[in-house]
């Protein structure tokens, strides 16, 4: 440990036993899970046990859920009947509470999932800006409705209301950014909120809690923890989800939503797997390809729903193409979160290395080699990126989504092949098209925005900047995620009408001027 640098020195272990329900920041008694990190911290490998979270069941599933129905109080609650000036000046009071948690934050994302030192403040601040960023857009969203409108003698104020109730479950690759990218929009708009945070990235959610109790009424956002099957399941059991908002997996998705009593009442917000192709065609600039493929492809040793998962790449430039790719990712450093300069990360996982090893293992004995040297070099808590080449539809790598590190290569003749592949795929989030002649690119580009929701041109997939939709089609989503699409998808449309004549006229300009009502108002925020 006196070897790691101070910032990223672990001090005493967590032993998380507060949880916020109710507005209450109670103790925990009962049985705990521990946290263990893959990253050693002794000469000889060891895991290191970070500390320890309550293992919560359902008991306090429906406590956290019923919490959040009281709160919302079937639209009658403090929380979404509240002026939106009420509801941003909680807002600023967390994040300025936040940004106090930023080293203390950055330190176990390091820990907990592996995510190296730049990446780790990145996504620090990265969500504090998205949450400045989301009250700015709530602001101007609240000065569109800020106004009567009359249409076919009807004057009419429309508005946007909060769903109801939320449960919210993040991901463990992003467990600040994407969990806050759900958690933000549903608190502003007036939703309340039952929040479990991922299998992995749990501690570093304990310095919020208190910002959390300070800054929000009581019960308008509750924070337990355990296993998802014992307290995500109870809760949508209970029928009182309005809004299930996921950043995960599909099956998980499906498996929670089954158990919603009342479906047609359940509103979904999903981001879900995804398995994003780069197509790299002939005329493309073979270095720029490899680069930003590279990149795509293992940023965060491809622990990405945005990371490209398959390369298609035509077969008159395959050799030059593979050859350069695979120098680039031997070259690739491998260290600890904290070590200068580290790009491959320990996965956070331990049965990880052996499952890509899996997918390795299936590909060779169908045909594909491991065409870059140091593939599938493996370590306690890590296996080096394997570039598998040729790979054929046969071989689990093409059709599973490996979240890890390892690329399949395809080769292509005819452009119809990866159009097709994709249009079978499960998955429709994002492409990444590689190429110059427009008289290629044009006709391609039509088509492709019609099987994914963005095509990143010479580029690698991403889901950012945050004021760019975010979704996708079949497995891959549920409803858009952005700055500004997020306070639609967790709101509603809703308005008052009255037909245009004195009698009404009379009442709605009392309402304006005795600003009795927080709906009815034309209250311009600064």
Known sequence: ????????????????????????????????????????????????????????????????????????????????????????????????????????VVKLLMWEIGKNKADSEKEFDRTVEYIYDTIEEYKVLNHEGARFTKVQGINAMIKRSPLGVVLCLGPYNYPLNETFALLIPALIMGNTVVFKPAKFGVLLLSPLLKAFHAAFPKGVINILYGRGRAVAAPIMKSGLVTVLSLIGNSKSAIALQDLHPSKNKLRLILGLEAKNPAIILPDANIDLAVSECVLGSLSFNGQRCTALKIMYVHESIAEEFNKKFSAKVDALPFGNPWDENAFLTPLPEPDKPAYIQGLIDDAQAKGANIINEKGGERTENYIFPAVLFPVNKNMRVYHEEQFGPVVPIMTFKDIQEPLDDMAASDYGQQVSLFGKDIHTVAPLIDVLVNLVCRVNLNSLCQRGPDVFPFTGRKDSAVGTLSIHDALRSFS??????????????????????????????TDYIL
């Open 492 to 521: 509603i449309r809703t308005f008052v009408a009255a037909k245009d004549n004195s009698y009404n006229n009379e009442i709605l300009q009392e309402l304006l001027d005795s600003k009795k009502s927080n709906f009815i108002n």
């Open 1 to 104: 440990m006196s070897e790691i640098p101070k910032s990223a020195q672990l001090g005493e272990p967590i032993h998380q036993r507060e949880y916020l329900i109710d507005g209450i920041l109670k103790t925990w008694k009962g049985a705990t899970t521990e946290v263990i990190s893959t990253i050693s911290s002794t000469p000889e490998y060891a895991p290191t046990v970070l500390g320890s979270i309550p293992s919560m069941g359902e008991k306090e599933a429906l406590e956290a859920i019923n919490s959040s129905h009281n709160a919302f109080n079937n639209g009658q609650g403090v929380w979404p009947t509240m002026k939106v000036q009420d509801r941003i000046k909680c807002m600023e009071n967390f994040v300025q509470q936040m940004k106090e948690t930023r080293s203390e």
